[in-house]
């Protein structure tokens, strides 16, 4: 296997929790693997970019183990509250981590899997995912990516050669399954599943896992464990509304304790500051709706909260959890900021421009990436006239982090609203025509360096 011997660096800490944690199983056995997606930029950051087209396919479409990591993969347990409702039954249902490694900044990553076949948690599920959902999640992470929001990345994308039947889109179509890159598959629901079984040991067993293994601390403290999550995942809601994102499901069990992103379903990007837009048909309430993100973390959050308190203090975990408010203005302030272009002044400058720039959106319907593209660098073209006096002035005495030399700025904006997506999949779908999606991640690639740090 052609590794990278310096940046191939296995890991198996996984095994340090023990059986009661996830469960042995097989991947499934696919008709074919052809391969349609390969991330070498993030193969790179774990040393497995060497691979041959070959090799790859054998790793992440019939997943051979890679060397000196997990000996199997493992579906992993857990509960969660699935639109506030509770749920006892969940688990990993379609996926599976089969592979653990340090990336070039030191982090303990995760491979994990979507559509690689039933689980014991599959329920009535087939455990499969269909190739359009796996080109969306592509279209997601590295959208995401690029605007600056803690996410997981699509490694891998392999079409396999079923006929899947689903009621939400055109049936039989076609199945694929994705290799995710992800700094933990430790879920708020992990914690919760301890809880409900009353498994005080367990739930200190993974408390210090999560700190000595994804926080770099030497500490088994409850406490200090919800402080941490708590800053992460207020990091988390401010930069969703940065990039104008909506996730679709913020469920408890599709929040990570390191407040990284991941599992992309009915996500969308808000065409404009619409505090009430939606990425879930089935979100009849607006639970989970654009404006409302920070608030549903802020909930999911709390639930963790209620599982530590078996093992802590709850004045102490109260006193951490409403931190999350205090933790998210700044937050939210700074990620408005990079966005801009420009570099931070003062807080109560820095906020009210932050302000001036959310209502200016929400009343003016100005599409939200193409304000931000052409505000840039800290200066309004004439065009925008009221309702951005306010936001023009506030401007004028910000200091651009970065120039506009970049070529992209002489383009139009990268967005990636719905019917793009759609127009996308379209020429996969009808002629397996992929070069609609290689020259999307080019040019969001290239959106990216312009807006980097």
């Known amino acids: 296997m052609p590794i990278s011997p310096q940046a191939y660096r296995p890991e198996a800490k996984l095994l340090e929790l023990g059986d009661g944690f996830f469960d042995p199983v097989a991947p499934a056995d696919f008709p074919e693997t052809r391969l349609r997606f ?23 479409g019939r997943f051979e183990p890679l060397p000196g990591t997990l000996p199997q993969p493992f579906a992993l347990r857990y509960h ?78 392999i079409e396999t050669g079923e006929e899947l039947q689903r009621g939400d889109e055109p ?9 995710r890159l992800n700094h933990s598959h430790v879920r708020i629901g992990s914690f919760q599943r301890l809880a409900y079984h009353r498994d005080e040991a367990g739930l200190r067993k993974l408390v ?22 708590v800053g992460r995942t207020a990091r988390l809601a401010a930069r969703y509304m940065a990039a ?5 499901v913020l469920n408890s069990d599709n929040i990570n304790v390191t407040g990284e992103s991941f599992d992309y379903g009915p996500w969308r990007f808000a065409p404009t500051w619409d505090p009430a837009f939606t990425a879930a048909y089935f979100d009849h309430q607006g639970l989970y709706a654009f404006g409302r993100q920070p608030e549903a973390i802020h909930w999911d959050v709390m639930q963790l909260a209620v599982a530590l308190r078996q093992i802590a203090e709850s004045d102490p975990l109260v006193a951490a959890l409403d931190q999350f408010g205090p933790r998210y203005q700044p937050e939210v302030t700074q990620a408005i900021l990079w966005r801009l272009g420009v570099r931070p002044r003062d807080p109560d400058t820095d906020r009210d421009l932050v302000q001036a720039t959310e209502r200016a959106l929400r009343t003016s319907g100005v599409g939200i990436d193409r304000f ?15 309702p951005w006096a306010e936001v023009r002035a506030a401007l004028a005495s910000y200091e651009p982090r970065k120039d506009r030399s970049h070529p992209y700025w002489s383009g139009e904006p990268c967005s990636m609203l719905i019917d793009e997506v759609e127009a996308i999949w379209a020429p996969i779908d009808e002629h397996d025509d992929w070069s609609l999606l290689n020259a999307k991640v080019a040019a969001i690639r290239k959106m990216g360096e312009a807006l980097a740090q």
């Open 171 to 179: 049936s039989p179509t076609r199945s694929a399954v994705l290799v």
């Open 372 to 386: 931000f593209f052409d505000a840039f660098g800290g200066e309004l073209p004439g065009t925008y006239d009221e």
């Open 38 to 60: 390969r991330n070498d930029r993030a193969a790179a950051q774990i040393g497995v970019d060497r691979l041959t087209d070959d090799e790859w396919t054998r790793h992440f």
């Open 244 to 248: 104008g994102f909506v996730h679709g």
């Open 80 to 157: 969660g509250n699935q639109f506030r409702n509770y749920n006892p039954d969940l688990g990993d249902g379609r996926g599976f981590t089969f592979a653990q490694m340090r990336d070039d900044h030191g982090r303990l990553m995760d491979l994990g899997t979507k559509g690689s076949g039933q689980t014991p948690w599959s329920r009535a599920g087939d455990g499969r995912l269909t190739l359009k959902g796996g080109m969306r999640e592509i279209l997601a992470t590295e959208m995401l990516e690029a605007l600056n929001v803690p996410t997981s990345r699509t490694l891998s994308l």
């Open 208 to 229: 210090g896992y999560t700190l000595r293994n994804l926080y770099d601390e030497d500490s088994d403290d409850p406490v200090r464990l919800l402080d941490l999550v």
